[in-house]
């Protein structure tokens, strides 16, 4: 068991990783390509079921697709067995974005991690993908990451 200190010290450094990281979804549309990302790896879905999986209000998932469909970045087509509802897809173009995002938040990473090894890297990755599974565990009953 941590001590009560260490587990202070934790959530101080994480909170400050996370100021920073709000900085840069200012900056780089982190929402999009969450939402980008999601519906890409998920596949084809209604928008209830993607605010679901974001964990974000359904309102807010209907503003960001709203404007990413204006964007040419998601497609929406009716849903075949329900015509109220729309079943919601990344376009080649909203594929295109999504990748040159990712290559550009890696480059910023490798920059940040310059002077790491690539042990210490990798730890950290080990390290934070256990937070996350112990994290959601706790707060979701989820069963762990599958490696």
Known sequence: MIAGETATGVIEAF???MRVGR???Q???QSAAALLGFLEGAGEQRLG???CGLAVDPSVVSRQV???T???LVSRRPDPEDGRAGLLTVTEQGAHWLAVHRRKQAERL???LAGWSEED???LLTLLRRLEDDVRHLTTKESPRVP
């Open 15 to 17: 909170r400050s990783v």
């Open 23 to 25: 900085a840069l979804k």
């Open 27 to 29: 900056e780089d549309r």
């Open 49 to 51: 079921q993607l605010a």
């Open 66 to 68: 709203a404007a990413l």
């Open 70 to 72: 204006r964007a040419g």
């Open 110 to 112: 490798v920059a940040a």
């Open 121 to 123: 890297a990798t730890h």
